[in-house]
Structures are given as C-alpha cells and as structure tokens.
C-alpha cells in the first residue's frame, strides 16, 4: 500500500459528513432559539402597549368624570389619588420602554436575517421587557382592581360599595395568586431549557472528543503503516 494513503476512506468520508450534519443540526436549532426568543419580545411589547394605553385610558377618564360630593371622606380621595397616580406611572412608564424597544425587534422580525437576528436588542434589553410586562400585566391590572373599589366607595351609598368590594376582592386574590404561579412555572420552565441546553452541549462535547479520538488512533494507525511499509522497503 503507498504511504500517506488513508486505507479506509469510505470511514473517513462517512465521519465528515456526520460531523458536517451534526453542526447543521446545530445552527439550526440556534436559529430557531434566536427567532423564538425574538418573536417572543416582539409580542410581549405589543402586548403591553395595547394593555397599558387601555389602563391610562380608563385613569384619565375616572379622574376627570369622578363626582366629588361635599363631605366625601379624605382617606378615601387621598387614597384614590395615591392609586391612579401610580397606575398611570406603571402605564406611561411600560408604554415608553415598548416605544423605545418595539420599533428595533420590529425592524430586525421583518428583515429575516440570521446575521441581523444576533444584533437585536432583545437580549440585551430582556430586564426592561419583562419589566414592562410586569407593570403592564400585573401592577396596572392590581391598581386597577383598586381604583375600582375605591370608587364604589366615593360614588355609591355603602351598599353598593359593599358589594362591589365583595365581587373585587376575590378577583384581586386569583390575579396575585395567578401571577406567582404563573411567575415560578415561568422560572421552572426556563430552568428546563437551561438543563437541556446543558445537556446537550455536554452531548457535543462527548460526540466531538469520540470524533477526535477516531482521527488520533486512524493517525497512528497510519503512521503505522507508513512505518512498516519503509521497514520493509528496505
């Protein structure tokens, strides 16, 4: 057999185009990763511009109509106020992160470019996101659900407060007691990819050292070879 000749090629071949289907396979999946985790940003802001201008809506329009009658308790228009201030904060607030964030995801969603796709800010700027969908989905929603009983007690005699005190409150409990557990299955189900990520790579990794291990001993065998061949040569 000539020297430097690899006596299975047919091996050879077949371990490159394993290797070559193995990182399609795993562009692949990272594409998709950074188109999901995009078009996940991307609806969460749309989300939260449509909730929040819906709740400042709603403030503004309680604000301005509200009847105050003579002798209205002060704790209660204190706390009214307290309360729909600080809901069109969260409101204005979320909408001025979706304003500043939406336009760029938006831009990138629409070119259907991978190289594009790596320099979205949706990763970078995922804290404000979430922020924004936390002000939006639970804290305006939380305020909310308080400006309305408050309300009832500014507005109507007590019998009517009472009962819409009665209907809201219990909605206000199934909302925090959602929130949290909508929160930590959240957590729960990142906590998943990470572990399946990790073993995953920890899968390349094993793939990748079996592959280098196949190239150092068919080297060695070899260079085997090529040594008995000039032995006997000479």
């Known amino acids: 057999m000539p020297s430097g000749i690899d006596p299975n090629p047919c091996l050879r ?45 709603f403030s503004v329009v309680a604000t301005v109509e509200l009847q105050i009658e003579p002798g209205t308790n002060q704790v209660l228009l204190t706390s009214f106020a307290i309360t729909t201030a600080a809901l069109v904060s969260a409101t204005m607030l979320s909408i001025m992160i979706c304003t500043c964030i939406l336009p760029h995801i938006e831009a990138i ?51 009517q407060a009472i009962c819409i005190t009665l209907i809201m409150i219990p909605v206000l409990i199934l909302i925090c007691i959602f929130s949290i557990i ?5 957590l729960s189900h990142k906590s998943e990819i990470s572990d399946r990520k990790y073993h995953e790579l920890e899968e390349l990794n094993r793939r990748i050292s079996r592959h280098d291990r196949k190239i150092v001993t068919r080297t060695r065998s070899n260079t085997s070879g090529v040594s008995s061949s000039s032995i006997f040569n000479i």
């Not at 909508?182 to 959240?186: C, D, H, L």
């Open 182 to 186: 909508f929160y930590w299955q959240t």
């Open 109 to 159: 969603a629409k070119v259907n470019s991978i190289q594009l796709a790596t320099q979205s800010p949706h990763d970078l700027l995922i804290f404000y996101i979430d922020l924004a969908w936390v002000l939006a989905n639970t804290v305006s929603i939380f305020l909310f659900i308080v400006d309305v009983v408050l309300i009832s007690w500014i507005q109507f005699k007590p019998i």
């Open 13 to 57: 071949l077949d371990d490159i185009l394993e290797e070559v289907e193995e990182r399609e396979d795993e562009k692949t999946e990272q594409e998709r990763f950074i188109w999901r985790r995009i078009q996940l940003s991307k609806a969460k802001l749309k989300g939260v511009t449509e909730i929040a201008a819906l709740m400042a809506g």
